[in-house]
């Protein structure tokens, strides 16, 4: 996976039902400070507002009856290039950014990403930190309210789920403004030494992109919101 001969598989997170990974300082500081640049920059139609959190959509917007292709700016090919590169997808090139912005107290309900997706997310932070949190389903579809566990997500991270993690645990992340870091957080050793147990860390304005492959789009490309 880099210069150093680790491999994605040496940053799965041994705790965790089948299948997470997680990779620190994924990304540079530098890339951080562009990629937050660009999505700052996109012109204001881009952005959805939703009551809890703003996005934007690049490549599509998917749907069951397909996404009709939009095509990718270059700052973003960059990351997909970066992304396929670890070969997660069964050799088929991610297609798809959903941006998150999450100001602090901001979050997202427990939901799963559905079929319209190839069966792995892979999600970039920038900004700021947060915790992720799992619930699992049970075979007739009921939802163990008690939380599983829980992932701390820094600024410029890499969390891939795949498997159980991709069909059988909801995630979510709870609408506060800081996070105890405790017990429940099982990802916390592959963590920098800027996050230590049983300390409480204020949230900033995380920026998330979740990369993702869509299986059923159209041939045709439309350019949308992309700057010749």
């Given at each position: ?83 396929d590169r670890l070969d997660l997808m069964g050799g ?137």
């Amino acid at each position: 996976m880099d210069s150093n001969g680790h491999s994605i598989k040496d940053f799965r997170v041994e705790s965790a039902p089948d299948t997470a990974f997680y990779v620190s300082e994924f990304l540079s500081t530098s890339e951080e400070k562009s990629i937050l640049n660009h999505i700052y920059a996109a012109p204001k139609p881009k952005w959805t507002q939703l009551t809890n959190r703003r996005l934007q959509n690049w490549g599509g917007i998917p749907h069951r009856n397909g996404m009709i292709a939009e095509a990718m700016p270059p700052w973003l090919e960059t990351y997909l290039d970066k992304i396929d590169r670890l070969d997660l997808m069964g050799g088929k090139h991610p297609n798809h950014v959903l941006v998150n912005e999450y100001l602090p107290g901001q979050g997202i309900m427990p939901h799963l990403d559905g079929s319209l997706f190839y069966p792995t997310i892979t999600t970039l932070s920038v900004g700021s930190h947060c915790v992720i949190t799992f619930l699992e389903t049970k075979e007739d579809n009921v939802i163990n309210t008690t939380p599983a566990f829980s992932l701390l997500l820094e600024p410029r991270s890499l969390l891939i789920l795949q498997d159980k993690l991709f069909h059988n645990y909801l995630h979510c992340i709870e609408e506060v403004k800081e996070d105890v870091l405790n017990d429940t957080i099982i990802n916390l050793k592959m963590c920098s030494n800027n996050y230590v147990k049983d300390t409480t860390v204020k949230r900033g304005t995380r920026v998330s992109l979740t990369i993702r492959h869509v299986p059923k789009t159209s041939t045709f490309k439309l350019n949308i919101g992309n700057k010749k």
